[in-house]
Structure formats: C-alpha cells, structure tokens
T-cell receptor
Framework: AQKVTQAQTEISVVEKEDVTLDCVYETRDTTYYLFWYKQPPSGELVFLIR??????QNEISGRYSWNFQKSTSSFNFTITASQVVDSAVYFC?????????????FGKGTHLIIQP | DAGVIQSPRHEVTEMGQEVTLRCKPI?????LFWYRQTMMRGLELLIYFNNNVPIDDSGMPEDRFSAKMPNASFSTLKIQPSEPRDSAVYFC????????????FGPGTRLTVL
C-alpha cells in the first residue's frame, strides 16, 4: 500500500528565513507521481508541482525548490527567503497511476507559520 | 477558464437529514474525484470516476454515502441519513485521463451536522 509521511506537523520561522518541508513516501510501484499542494487559511487546495518517478531532476520555481531523491524515497520542498504570504498548510501527495487516472494519497500536512 | 465549482460552500443540517453536495468539473476533464478532509483523518479519497463511470469507491465510509455522475459536467455526493461524524470539508477535484495529469480542486463544501 502507498503511504506519505510528513513528520513535521508545524514549523514556525521568521520572515526571510529559508525553510524545508520534508516528505517521505512508500510505494511498491516503479512508476508513480509525487505532488505538493498548498492550503492557505482560506481553505482551497492549490497545486504547486508534480514529479514523476523517472525524473529526479531538482526543480526551482522562484523562491520554491524541490529535491526528489529516490534513494531515500523523499520529495522535500524548500522555500527560500520566506514571506508571510507563504503561511499555509502544505501537503505532499502520491499517485501510483498518475493523478489523471487514480486518486491521490496525501500526507497529514505541515502547517507553516511565517512570522513577520 | 472556470475552475472546479462546488455548491453549496457551507451546509449546516441536523442529524438524520439528507445532504447533497454538488460538483461541476473543469470543462474537458474526464476524471472526477471526491475527497473528505477532517482533523483526525486528514485528506482521504472517497470515490472517483473516469468518463462518468465509478472506478473505486472503497473510500466511501458506509452505505449512507452515495455518489453519482450522470454526465461529464455534473456529480453529486449524497449522505442519507447524515450524522455528526460526517462533519468535514468535502472537496471535489477533476483532471484529464492523461497519465500524470494534475488534479485541480474546487473550493470545498464545509458540512456541519448538528
């Protein structure tokens, strides 16, 4: 069975600090897809990134970066120079058949608090 | 383009009443998913449809829950009779059937059963 673990329940940092959110996954499939979603205080779920199991290249998008390591089954998310607007709950998710054909298994989420 | 639309956004009802949640997926998407979010259990998949056909309903908690997708642009999730433990935020998401396509979520329906 697939499983996603986000061990950090809550992280609090001061604005402009860098912060890394951890995600560890379990799956028996060789083909799978990993996702990160953001849930701001307003409650909606906002897609951030998806990565397939064959692409271990790290990705950077502005202040956001993602580190995918199959050897440790991890897909960590780093925010550089954090801002108050980054305060949200962040979810890591896994799909074994691709998000378009199967449901997502979510981690419990990490509540990120950015203090001014 | 319009995103996933859910209605109502908030629902307060009394135990024993029937509740119907509605979802309109993004036009052109042919996969639709229903999730439930609670503090205790987090985000969990209830059921999903491909091309309007239910594929996996193993996440539906019990027979009081049912879901339908009569056409490509509309789905309902019904709870009858409702119980206080059904109180949660219910999300609908849609995607295309292409491998690795992203699921886009609606704003959710916050259900409170008194």
């Amino acid at each position: 069975a697939q499983k996603v673990t986000q061990a950090q329940t809550e992280i609090s940092v001061v604005e402009k600090e860098d912060v890394t959110l951890d995600c560890v996954y379990e799956t028996r499939d060789t083909t799978y897809y990993l996702f990160w979603y953001k849930q701001p205080p307003s409650g909606e779920l906002v897609f951030l990134i998806r990565r397939n199991s064959f692409d271990e290249q790290n990705e950077i998008s502005g202040r956001y970066s993602w580190n995918f390591q199959k050897s440790t089954s991890s897909f960590n998310f780093t925010i550089t120079a954090s801002q108050v607007v980054d305060s949200a709950v962040y979810f890591c998710a896994l799909s074994e058949a691709g998000g378009g054909a199967d449901g997502l298994t979510f981690g419990k989420g990490t509540h990120l608090i950015i203090q001014p | 383009d319009a995103g996933v639309i859910q209605s109502p956004r908030h629902e307060v009802t009394e135990m024993g009443q029937e509740v119907t949640l509605r979802c309109k997926p993004i036009s052109g998407h042919n996969s639709l998913f229903w999730y439930r979010q609670t503090m205790m259990r987090g985000l969990e998949l209830l059921i999903y449809f491909n091309n309007n056909v239910p594929i996996d309903d193993s996440g539906m908690p019990e027979d009081r829950f049912s879901a339908k997708m009569p056409n490509a642009s509309f789905s309902t999730l019904k709870i009858q009779p409702s119980e206080p433990r059904d109180s949660a935020v219910y999300f609908c998401a849609s995607s295309s059937l292409r491998l690795a396509d992203t699921q886009y979520f609606g704003p959710g329906t916050r259900l409170t059963v008194l």
